[in-house]
């Protein structure tokens, strides 16, 4: 009877073994897992950050362009004394957007969102530019 006590006690001393053993495997499995995740989330975050740069960069350099432009319109519209606005022009800026903006796949409110930001800062330089003219 009392070997047949610490048999029992053996066997379950050799499974709480078992159980542990395959606990430290598994968890061992995850943290390996968690690790490949947070690995390759970091690489492709500082890929697409490079893409993001680049992006920027190319943006800001267009920015500088366009506003060269518009302040060039801005100047020929102030000595011809014409108005700042041109509403027939915005609305076929706003129908041309609207269309590459479906094209590229990029949500149309932010092609809108572009336009009303740079057709109204390039305005406030109009209006800066024509009463430049007339002082
Ligand atoms: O095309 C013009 O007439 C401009 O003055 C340029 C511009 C623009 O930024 O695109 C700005 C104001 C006008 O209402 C329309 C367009």
């Given amino acids: 009877m009392m070997e047949n006590v ?30 490949g995740v947070v690995a390759e989330a970091t690489h492709g975050i500082e890929e ?4 993001i740069d680049e992006v920027d960069e190319q943006i800001i350099r267009l920015l500088a362009r366009r506003f060269t432009a518009t302040r060039q319109v801005g100047l020929l519209k102030a000595k011809a004394g014409f108005a700042a606005l041109d509403s027939v022009r915005e609305e076929h800026q706003l ?6 903006a479906r094209e590229c796949g990029l949500e149309e409110e932010i092609a809108h969102a572009y336009r009303d930001f740079v057709v109204t800062e390039s305005k406030k330089r109009h209006r800066k530019i024509a009463e430049e003219h007339s002082t």
């Fill in 6 to 35: 610490e048999d029992a006690m053996e066997d379950i001393q050799k499974d709480i073994q078992e159980v542990s053993g395959d606990t430290a495997i598994s968890s061992a499995n995850v943290s390996c897992e968690t690790s």
């Fill in 48 to 51: 697409q950050r490079a893409v």
């Fill in 95 to 100: 129908e041309r957007m609207t269309v590459l």
